[in-house]
């Protein structure tokens, strides 16, 4: 007996291989360090220190969140101190 159901878990995979993925950007981890999403197939890149794109492994994953985490930090004491020194 055959039943559809499998078939049609290859379709995204299927219109990828056609028409390309269709990545959007789910995470800015940095200003040159951004996460993407294929919305076809949910497979995921990221920007390596080279700015290539490249597969989303558990390891880059772990080395975006702490990328993301200095950035964000660093973000902030900028923004303190625009403040603290305001030109306007
Ligand atoms: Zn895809």
Redesign the pocket.
Known sequence: MKTTTNTQAFI??M??SLF????KVTKQVTYHVKEYT??????QLTTNSNGNLIELTPKFQEINDILERIHHSRMERKQRKIIASSPY
Do not use: R, V, W
């Not at 390309?20 to 990545?23: L, M």
């Not at 294929?38 to 497979?43: G, N, V």
């Open positions: 995204p995979k219109y990828c390309g993925h269709n990545y294929c919305s076809h197939c949910k497979k």
